[in-house]
């Protein structure tokens, strides 16, 4: 019923265990080098416009691609860097941060719903509906400003019906024909630590530190656990996740566009083929404008 998700290493099992612990940040020992990796991302980054080109002609499917991390893992970068060759005018990007009075008056879902891409483009998610069961989580706090008119006595089984509610709403989009590629991009706590200081030192990265970065820093052990529980309840046949290793930056892009690219492959895109009607009032056209000339 559903297309084929590209096999890699880092595809989380679908209702399967799933270990943080056992999910590597950092690129095997015989991965390409930066200058490679740079020339493979350049291929793919190529064959995607193709690609999508083709899916913005033949408007059947939807694709929407899901980018969730810890801070300095490299969301922003690597979406500017895989999509760069995109048509900006078949692709949505949208960033998803505390959410509005506005939003909090509807269900945890809406926000992201309303953004979801139309048949022939590619959303992209930075940030999701996740957020939900991953900062939410570790600051249940956050809840009482959701007027959530009951829930469950243990917190544990909430996590658990947004367990479900995604599932079923992730599985309706790809009945209708979203294609639904996500991904967590797996940064070491040391490498963040190394991608704090270099944001600290240097000038031109200093807007973009926070403070409230330590402070979540300091519950990593709390965000791992969130995201392992998360993944391993939420990786399905229609929508799979990927924990990508993210402590190179050169290699993480290419996994992520070799991703992308080989499941728009297994689409089967084509351009509309047109009917003979379609065909002979094109020759009609051709025809009056080449009597122009005469």
């Not at 048949?119 to 991953?134: A, C, D, K, M, Q």
């Not at 492959?265 to 003979?276: F, H, I, K, M, T």
């Amino acid at each position: 019923m559903f297309q084929d998700f590209p096999e890699s290493p880092y595809r989380v099992p679908y209702e399967g265990a799933f270990k943080v612990k056992r999910a590597p940040t950092a690129p095997p020992k015989d991965a390409p080098g930066k200058k490679r990796c740079e020339q493979e991302l350049d291929a793919l980054v190529k064959q995607m416009r193709k690609l999508q080109d083709r899916l913005y002609a033949s408007d059947d499917h939807a694709v929407l691609l899901v980018f969730q991390a810890m801070d300095a893992a490299g969301k922003d970068g690597t979406i500017r860097a895989v999509m760069s060759g995109v048509n900006p005018a078949g692709c949505q990007v949208y960033s998803f941060k505390q959410p509005s009075a506005e939003e909090l008056d509807h269900d945890f879902l809406w926000r992201c719903a309303l953004r979801l891409p139309e048949r022939g483009r590619i959303g992209i998610f930075n940030r999701s509906y996740y957020e939900e069961t991953l900062i939410v989580r570790v600051h249940p706090e956050y809840l009482g400003a959701q007027k959530l008119p009951w829930r469950p006595e243990r917190l544990d089984d909430l996590w658990e019906q947004r367990f479900e509610s995604i599932r079923n709403f992730e599985l309706h989009l790809a009945r209708q024909g979203t294609v639904i590629i996500k991904f967590w991009l797996h940064v070491g706590r040391d490498e963040q630590k190394r991608r704090f200081l270099a944001r600290i030192d240097e000038g031109a990265k200093n807007w973009k530190f926070s403070s409230g970065d330590i402070k979540e820093r300091g519950r990593w052990k709390d965000y791992m656990k969130a995201y392992e529980e998360a993944l391993a309840a939420t990786s399905r046949p229609w929508a799979p996740w990927y924990a990508i290793p993210a402590d190179d930056k050169a290699f993480m892009r290419v996994q992520v566009a070799h991703v992308i690219t080989e499941t728009l492959r297994s689409l089967g895109l084509e351009y509309p083929a047109l009917s003979q009607k379609d065909r002979e009032q094109l020759a009609e056209m051709r025809a009056l404008l080449e009597a122009e000339d005469a």
